[in-house]
Structures are given as C-alpha cells and as structure tokens.
C-alpha cells in the first residue's frame, strides 16, 4: 500500500513486517480448527455471544478467541498481537522521510 494509507501512529518498519507476515498464514481458519468449531457453530445456530463465551469458560478456554477474525488461523493472529508491543521505531508521522507528507 501507499505511505499514506498506513497508519501515522506507529512506525515504518512495524507495519511492512505485517503485510509480509499476512502473506505467511498457515493452518487451518479460526472457524475450522477442531478446537473451536463447535463453538463458532454455536454462533451460527444463533447463541448469544454471550452464551458461547461462557461455555468456551467451563471448557477451559479463551473466550477472547471469539473475538478475532474467523477467516484467519489463530497462530498468525496471535503472532499480530505480539508484534504490536515490539513497535520501536519512529511514528511514521514523525519519520525525517516521510514527515512532510504529514504536515499538507
């Protein structure tokens, strides 16, 4: 994508190492993983979200889990989450490069 379609608030570097790691997503979607399928055709029979999470609880899982996107794996969306904290370069609305795009 185009500079300015990134987001400002975080770095450069951060976010092309995201569109590389979405091209890496292995395994099976988040709907079709064994572990969770029962619970995703909970949804679809029309449970509240509620309902479903407490039963992913008493089950021992994550509840959480219902929230991400149902398209991708749960390893790559897991992956985003910790790449997220490791945001160590410069904003890119104050990167030297690209600051004056920023100030128009």
């Known amino acids: 994508p185009a500079i300015m379609d990134l987001d400002p608030e ?13 091209e890496e997503d292995t395994g099976p979607p988040l ?3 064994p572990k969770y ?3 995703f055709k909970m949804v679809k029979m029309g449970l509240p ?9 008493q089950d ?5 889990i219902m929230d991400l996107d149902p398209e991708r794996s749960l390893s790559s969306q897991q992956k985003k989450d910790e790449e ?6 410069p904003l890119l ?3 030297p490069k690209y600051v004056k795009y920023f100030k128009m």
């Open 10 to 22: 975080r770095s450069l570097s951060s976010q092309q190492k995201k569109e590389e790691e979405d």
């Open 31 to 33: 709907k079709e993983d």
């Open 37 to 39: 399928v029962k619970y």
């Open 49 to 57: 979200m509620g309902a479903v999470q407490h039963k992913m609880t």
């Open 60 to 64: 021992g899982l994550d509840p959480a």
């Open 84 to 89: 997220d904290e490791e945001d160590t370069g």
């Open 93 to 95: 609305k104050e990167d």
